[in-house]
């Protein structure tokens, strides 16, 4: 059973999966850790004024205070600066890698059993920092990335055909970014090869096309509900299969990287790496998108 999650960053993601989870888990405490603690603190308040309309028990607090998130069953990392336009996820990362390892080494300390969810760009390494720094098991260090790409991708075939987004068999992997590949199904409805090429373009730049309008934000509730349903498949140990970035240790070919795969996710966190599900050539450009992660590592 899951009884306490501790979110790290009380910005938008933080905000809006704190909010999702009240309404969808009977957990006993809910803790949100920000560097600005009057922010901590007023998101927690407010989440408290649902609780006549929501009706939950669970203990909400808001903090600058790592020891507050002691014994967390799953620790959620969203903070660091948001992308904004005309930001690469180079610059990104320059600013969030070492507020990650920082993170990391307070979530070590103070939760060694948890499992960890990293949601801060750009993802695929912010997931592999916090595993090398926290030293967790790789099933126990999941970054979400490849879980939203895939939601939307059904969005954008499902208005693109009218067919329900249940209804496909689609999914995205590797890179949380605009070299993720896409695996649109065989059992899925028929689309040209336009089609799907154009459906395709759409999902790898849906990111920066919401950073571009909101020019200094980035995407809030797509992030925070794939945050969410990751959690429910860990909380009740479902067996759902979810695209999401882990390390690999030979798998596809590749080693020592974190990438999106499609993985099985039980109440262990992401207990193995569905490797069947790739073709041969999905393999393949697996393997060469992954390079460019490594030397991004590289460059730190």
Not at 76 to 93: E, K, N
Not at 272 to 283: F, H, W
Request: charged share 25%.
């Amino acid at each position: 059973m899951i009884k306490k999650i501790a979110i790290i960053g009380a910005g938008g993601v933080g905000s809006a999966l704190a909010f999702n989870l009240l309404e969808r888990f009977p957990l006993e405490s809910l803790v949100l850790v920000d560097i600005k603690e009057d922010r901590a603190k007023a998101v927690a308040y407010d989440l408290e004024d649902t609780r006549g309309i929501l009706n939950f028990s669970t203990v909400i607090e808001g903090t600058s205070d790592y020891s507050l998130i002691k014994n967390s069953d799953i620790v959620v990392f969203s903070a660091g600066i948001p992308r904004r336009q005309g930001m690469t996820r180079l610059d990104l990362l320059k600013v969030n890698s070492g507020i990650a390892q920082s993170a990391a080494s307070e979530i070590k300390k103070y939760c060694p059993k948890s499992i960890v969810i990293a949601v801060t760009n750009p993802l695929d390494v912010i997931t592999y920092l916090i595993l090398k720094k926290t030293r967790f098991s790789r099933q126990k260090v999941i970054g979400m990335g490849s879980s939203l790409d895939s939601s939307r991708l059904l969005n954008i075939l499902f208005k693109d055909t009218g067919v329900s987004a249940a209804s496909w068999q689609s999914f995205a992997f590797g890179p949380h970014s605009k070299d993720m590949l896409i695996e649109f199904g065989s059992g899925s409805y028929p689309l040209n090869t336009a089609k799907l090429k154009a459906a395709e373009k759409k999902v790898k730049s849906r990111g920066a096309k919401i950073v571009n309008l909101l020019k200094d934000k980035s995407a809030v509730f797509g992030p925070a509900l794939a945050c969410s349903k990751l959690i429910e498949a860990i909380a009740f140990d479902k067996g759902h299969i979810i695209p999401v970035s882990v390390l690999l240790k030979g798998e596809y070919g590749i080693n020592d990287v974190c990438v999106g795969a499609p993985c099985l996710i039980r109440r262990q966190g992401a207990v193995e790496i569905v490797k069947g599900l790739l073709t041969p050539a999905q393999k393949n450009k697996l393997k060469k998108v992954s390079f460019s992660l490594k030397e991004t590592l590289k460059s730190l």
